[in-house]
């Protein structure tokens, strides 16, 4: 898919304490005027600090999230630290469907094109099980993968059109990014997806208690690379350029949801401020050089990386296109 050499393989001790980055943020993030964004889950850690970026390089923004109050806060901060006002709520709650529906509706209301939309919104429920999406899946799979598969279907035409130059004049490569982690090889089961786990209700619960929140995490972040690689291979030519990314162990709110101590240790040992965690986001988003990476996996800090074998199992990916298409279908 890319037109670049493959991509070397990166060992696990540089994936969890890279090297200084050769690309940096702000600094080498282009000017975005004329540019629009969607960032989920963008009011708070990564997606807030990327939002920053983006509005201070002049792109419109939408940030997507669930609770109006707490992106209002950060989208307040933000233009204030800014002085530019560009940047926009939009209310999604990516663990019901019916909710995705009807934020895609209401930005396609508002908006005729689309550059970039950023999926980055995330949940950690690692080592417990969490709770259930609205239409009953496992809260991690339901958000990552599914609550983003849906969404990307439904602004699909209007990212179509924006390649295409239909509103603008001018046809351009719009992106899809993909907001993944290194737990799609490090904590996902052995197997891949473990499609049991994948039903909903109490029929998925003995597979859900068998894999353990931590695992479950790795099959969702793993669902998020397959998704992009299966994008990428769809509509990259069409104008689509799809990349899922890790963007290094950052510290976030996702730790929230952990015990104290773990969140503790997690954090004394492997984790990096929020400037350097938006790095690859924001590369993968916006750089020149990324528009060749249809299809690939970055890891920290903007850099090429081979995924887990079974990210790169077309097989499988088709798979859970599939299956979330038929689970979107009545929506």
Partial sequence: MSKLPPPVRIGSISEKWPPKPTWKAPEDVPDLTGQIFLVTGGNAGIGKETCRV???????????????????????????STKKSEIHFLKIDL?????????????????????????????????AIGPLTTQGYDIQLGVHVLGHYFLIQLLMPTLLRTAKGEVSGK???????????????????????????LQKGDAALP????????????????????ISSELARRYGNQGVVAISLHPGGVKSELLRNLHPIIAWMVEKIRLYPVSLGIITSLYAATSEAALDMNGEYLTAWARRQVPSKHAKNQ???????????????MF
């Fill in 315 to 329: 097989e499988m990916a088709e798979k859970l296109w599939g299956w979330c298409e038929k689970q979107v279908s």
């Fill in 171 to 197: 046809p351009c490569r719009v992106r899809v990014v993909s907001v993944s982690s290194d737990a799609h090889e490090m904590t996902a089961p052995k197997q891949g997806i473990v499609w049991e786990s």
């Fill in 54 to 80: 983006l509005v201070a390089q002049n792109a419109k923004v939408y940030l997507a999230g669930r609770s109006e109050e707490r992106c209002q806060a950060a989208i307040d901060d933000i233009r204030q």
């Fill in 95 to 127: 663990a019901d469907l019916a909710s995705v529906r009807k934020a895609a509706e209401e930005y396609m209301a508002k908006e005729q094109e689309l550059h970039v939309l950023l999926a980055n919104g995330g949940v950690l429920y690692a080592p």
């Fill in 207 to 226: 597979a859900r208690k068998k894999l353990t929140g931590t695992r479950l995490y790795g099959q969702s972040k793993l669902g998020m690379v397959l």
